[in-house]
C-alpha cells in the first residue's frame, strides 16, 4: 500500500475538542485542507474550535463511550453519502492515580469504556464506509507499554487498544491500522489529578510539545507504521520493558514514589 496522502480527506476525529484531537484536526484542515469530522462531548468546545478553525471543522457532538452513538452517527454518513478516508480515535481519560484499592469500579468501567470500547465501536461502523487505502489511528498511550502502579485501570484500558489495534492491523488489507503509544503531552488529561502548582510545573517540563508530537504522528501515519511511540518517557519505557520486563515496572514505580510528587503517593 503506497504512503497515505492527506490532502483533501474526509477524516473523523474524536477527542477533536482539545489536546492531541483538537491539533490533529487543525494540522489537517490548515496543512492539508482536510474536511474533519470532528466528535467530542462538550458541544459549546467543539463549536469554539470551529469557531477558530473555519468550516471545514464540522462538529459533531456526542459521548463516544456508547454504541447507539456510534451507530447514529454511522447512519448519518450513509444517509448523506459520505466515504470517510482516515479515522483517528483519539478521545480519552486518565483516572486519578491511586491505588487498586482505593480505585471505585466505576473508573475502570468508565477507563475501559472510553479509552477501549469506544475505539472498537469506532472501527467496527466507520471501517465499511472508509475508501481502500485510508488510515485508521488508534491512540493509546506508553503505559501499555510497561504496566506500573498507580494507573492499573488507565493500564488495563489502553492495554486493551494497543493489543486490539496491532490485532486487527494485520487482518484488514484495504485500510493501514496504527497505533500511537505517547509519553506525557502537554494536554488538559492531567485535569482529573490533584495537583499544587509545583507538581504541575514538573509534569508539563517532561512532557513533549502538543504540536511536535501529532506531527510525528501524522508523519508515521502516512508511511503506515503500525506501532507509533512519541516522547522521551515513551520510548524509554518501550526500551527498558523489552530489556528487562521484570525490572522495568519495579524501576518505574520506584521512580515515580521518589519523585517527591504527592501526586504518585497513591
Known sequence: MKRLDYKNKIAIVTGASSGIGKEIARTLIEKYGCTVYAIARNENRLNGV??????????????????????????????????????INCAGILPKFATFENTDIEEYEKALSINYLAQVYACKLILPIMNKGGAIVNVASASALC??????????????????????????????????????????????????????????LFSADCKKTVGKILRRVKRRKKRIVTGLDGHFMSFLYRLFPNFAPKFISWFLRKSGLDLFKG
Open 50 to 87: 470551529k469557531a477558530e478553525l473555519g468550516e471545514k471543522y464540522i462538529p459533531y457532538s456526542m459521548d463516544v463511550a456508547i454504541k447507539e452513538n456510534w451507530l447514529s452517527f454511522s447512519d448519518f454518513l450513509k444517509n448523506s453519502r459520505i466515504c470517510v478516508d482516515i479515522l
Open 147 to 204: 504496566p506500573f502502579s498507580l494507573v492499573s485501570g488507565y493500564t488495563a484500558s489502553k492495554s486493551a487498544s494497543y493489543h486490539f489495534t496491532q490485532s486487527i492491523a494485520r487482518e484488514i488489507k484495504d485500510v493501514s491500522v496504527s497505533c500511537v503509544l505517547c509519553g506525557f503531552v502537554k494536554t488538559d488529561i492531567m485535569k482529573n489529578q490533584e495537583m499544587n502548582e509545583k507538581e504541575a510545573k514538573l509534569i508539563r
